[in-house]
């Protein structure tokens, strides 16, 4: 029974590159959150998608990030044109329908910036 | 808006210490589900127990606790006779029963326990 699962779990990129996160959640689960935690920071919501459909993007910068969770296949976080404030640790996570659901999370993405 | 505040910023304590992490939240939500999570050293992100606004009873988890206390907006968790292993940083999280499922986190306090 796997948990979240995030790949890669650490990225570089250079300044200007694109950066792609993945993120399968559990089995059974349909939502997917996405949340950035900067060095030495608690964890900030980006966005949150079901199948197909993204919910909530209130967290999302409005340039350069964009996030899917298409019918097949993992959700993806897409960053473009990085920049040295984009490194972080980004984490995954996801839930069965119901606000009232825990949030299982995956182990992160480290994503460094050069 | 929801508002989560973790004051403690870093506890040192010596094993078998008992120690409280103080949480402190604020929405407008009249139902609303509190979380703590626990990173440990190696960075993945654990889950510890949910509590509902509509449920004050305290819960007891081996040598953890948790205490709701609605009427003072806190949700404290206990650790009793501290281990080395419970070293990490500890998240209190908040999560509204509305459309917007996000959770709003606090800060986190770094639980550091020596021998």
């Known amino acids: 029974n796997a948990g979240v699962m995030q790949n890669p779990r650490h990225l570089v990129r250079r300044r200007g590159q694109e950066a792609r996160l993945r993120c399968s959640p559990m089995k059974g689960h349909s939502h997917v959150y996405w949340y950035r935690q900067l060095p030495e920071e608690g964890l900030k919501f980006m966005v949150y998608?079901?199948?197909?459909?993204?919910?909530?993007e209130s967290g999302m910068p409005k340039e350069r990030f964009s996030a899917e969770f298409p019918k097949e296949g993992p959700s993806i976080l897409r960053i473009q044109q990085v920049v040295r404030g984009d490194s972080a640790a980004y984490f995954c996570a996801s839930s069965p329908p119901g606000t009232q659901q825990p949030q299982h999370f995956g182990d992160g993405t480290r994503l460094s910036i050069l | 808006a929801q508002k989560v505040t973790q004051a403690q910023t870093e506890i040192s304590v010596v094993e078998k210490e008992d120690v409280t992490l103080d949480c402190v939240y604020e929405?407008?939500?009249?139902?609303?589900?509190l979380f703590w999570y626990k990173q440990p050293p190696s960075g993945e992100l654990v889950f510890l127990i949910r509590?509902?606004?509509?449920?004050?009873q305290n819960e007891i988890s081996g040598r953890y606790s948790w205490n709701f206390q609605k009427s003072t907006s806190s949700f404290n968790f206990t650790i009793t006779a501290s281990q080395v292993v419970d070293s990490a940083v500890y998240f209190c999280a908040l999560r509204g029963a509305g459309t917007a499922s996000k959770l709003t986190f606090g800060t986190g306090t770094r639980l550091q326990v020596t021998l």
């Open positions: 929405t407008r939500d009249t139902t609303y589900y």
């Open positions: 998608l079901q199948k197909e459909n993204i919910i909530d």
């Open positions: 509590r509902n606004s509509f449920d004050e």
